[in-house]
């Protein structure tokens, strides 16, 4: 089984971010987007899904959206963050964690 999971941080004031909607998309060899994880952080900010992983999936790439419009209601300038990945091995925990603010965030890898 591979493992996607991430935490978001509010770097305003230092919380979770929690109530987050996240979505994971699977992008075919010719563009098209199939949503393959949908779900929300929890109070804690984190978000985990455990899932398995075809020979056929890593060989494609992924997209996971963070919808963060809601989260930071009144001031914003970044209303969702995507970033495309991919996963070459079926049993790996890929681990993103984010700092976010109303105008950035900064995201990292981790082992």
Known sequence: MAIISSHLLNSTNGTHASGVKIIVNKITRNGKKIKFI?????????????????????????????????????QRNVSEIVIKFNMKNQKKKYHMPIIISPNGYSVWWSK
């Not at 929890?42 to 989260?71: P, Q, V």
């Open 38 to 74: 949908e779900a929300i952080t929890d109070k804690n900010g984190r978000f985990f899904a455990e899932f398995a992983l075809s020979k056929k999936d890593t060989k494609l790439d992924f997209e996971i959206i963070f919808k963060t419009a809601k989260y930071f209601s009144k």
